[in-house]
């Protein structure tokens, strides 16, 4: 399942990349090219937009309810059954989208912090914005509070 975010829902489509989700997000795009390009790549428009809703020039679509970002993500999660699971967790790049990569602990050495890399054991990398990730205590606070909304299966 495909999602693409209008510009009003950027930390929602940061939560579904989180999640592995394959999710588009532009902080700039006009209503026409948000449609065009979701309906090329059979996306599902996220939106808070009801104008957007009201031209009914696409039938793929969910109105967001709520400003809260992880009410947002619960929503999409009922509303699509979305499978959730911490093997998918971490998987895309919560910047640009792109699938991670696991890199080489050696590979990394002069590109993080020095205790970064003598007390993590794993890295991915995003080939597309060159960030590299690992999993520090933010990866379970994360975590936490998707288990705390029931949102983490």
């Known amino acids: 399942m495909k999602f693409f975010c209008d510009d009003n829902l950027g930390r929602l489509a940061k939560w579904l990349r989180t999640l592995g989700f394959d999710t588009l997000f532009f902080d700039e795009i006009s209503d026409k090219e948000l449609v065009s390009k979701a309906l090329k790549e059979d996306r599902i428009i996220l939106t808070r937009d ?3 809703v009201e031209l009914k020039v696409v039938s793929k679509y969910l109105l967001i309810q709520s400003d809260i970002p992880l009410k947002q993500l619960k929503q999409v999660k009922e509303k699509f059954n979305l499978e959730t699971s911490e ?7 919560p910047v640009c989208n792109t699938p991670l990569v696991k890199i080489e602990k050696e590979k ?3 590109k993080v912090p020095t205790y970064v890399y003598k007390t993590q054991l794993n890295f991915v ?3 597309r914005c060159n960030k590299i990730f690992w999993s520090a ?3 379970e606070r994360m975590k936490h509070r998707l288990k705390e909304n029931s949102i983490l299966d």
């Open 125 to 127: 990398f995003c080939k």
């Open 50 to 52: 009801t104008k957007l």
């Open 137 to 139: 205590t933010h990866v």
């Open 87 to 93: 093997e998918k967790l971490f998987t895309r790049c």
């Open 108 to 110: 990394v050495k002069d």
